[in-house]
T-cell receptor, first 110, second 115 residues
Framework: QQQVKQSPQSLIVQKGGISIINCAYENTAFDYFPWYQQFPGKGPALLIAIRPDVSEKKEGRFTISFNKSAKQFSLHIMDSQPGDSATYFCAASIKDKIIFGKGTRLHILP | DAGVIQSPRHEVTEMGQEVTLRCKPISGHNSLFWYRQTMMRGLELLIY????????DSGMPEDRFSAKMPNASFSTLKIQPSEPRDSAVYFC?????????????FGQGTRLTVV
């Protein structure tokens, strides 16, 4: 119930393409869904987040799509760039408790 | 602000030894989290504190692990005795309540290797 399932584990995308990472959850008490980005040797950092009363949130090239009825959400990275190569974590939280997915290693080919 | 500060950055220890990881949260933050990252299990929440009080330690793997937060500016995660399967990157993160659902700021992590 506390799990967040993330797929794929790894993803290779051509420069300029769209990167899509999917997540699913079971606990309907989760009320905040952030995405974190992690570069090698660094800690994760918040990229973008959404609340369940919103179906989509866009910030620059990054968009979260949220499907409350299906308990699924996804991250879309438009016009993917080599600098986007990193590990991406979806997460879900209740109050302070943040549960992370296992992560997706994204590699953008130049 | 310097961000969340963790020490040491790297730790290599022998099986059976005691290991202490340290964390200084961002000044003014009142929630603190300890996470463990491995390839197999991803980012696991071990324990979190609010106003220096442990709120949820259900992620602590076993009694060999303990965490303390004696004041608002310092926390430790101790493993005693350490085992090779404890090898991982341990992250500390902090955030500010009462604003709920705010960003958690992570430190750079401590890479622990138990041989």
């Amino acid at each position: 119930q506390q799990q967040v399932k993330q797929s794929p584990q790894s993803l290779i995308v051509q420069k300029g393409g769209i990167s899509i990472i999917n997540c699913a959850y079971e606990n309907t008490a989760f009320d905040y869904f952030p995405w974190y980005q992690q570069f090698p040797g660094k800690g994760p950092a918040l990229l973008i987040a959404i609340r369940p009363d919103v179906s989509e949130k866009k910030e620059g090239r990054f968009t979260i799509s949220f499907n409350k009825s299906a308990k699924q959400f996804s991250l879309h990275i438009m016009d993917s760039q080599p600098g986007d190569s990193a590990t991406y974590f979806c997460a879900a939280s209740i109050k302070d408790k943040i549960i992370f997915g296992k992560g997706t290693r994204l590699h953008i080919l130049p | 602000d310097a961000g969340v500060i963790q020490s040491p950055r790297h730790e290599v220890t022998e099986m059976g030894q005691e290991v202490t990881l340290r964390c200084k949260p961002i000044s003014g933050h009142n929630s603190l989290f300890w996470y463990r990252q491995t390839m197999m299990r991803g980012l696991e929440l071990l324990i979190y504190f609010n106003n220096n009080v442990p709120i949820d330690d259900s992620g602590m793997p076993e009694d060999r692990f303990s965490a303390k937060m004696p004041n608002a500016s310092f926390s430790t995660l101790k493993i005693q005795p350490s085992e090779p399967r404890d090898s991982a990157v341990y992250f500390c993160a902090s955030s500010y309540r009462p604003r709920a659902n705010t960003e958690a700021f992570f430190g750079q992590g401590t890479r622990l290797t138990v041989v």
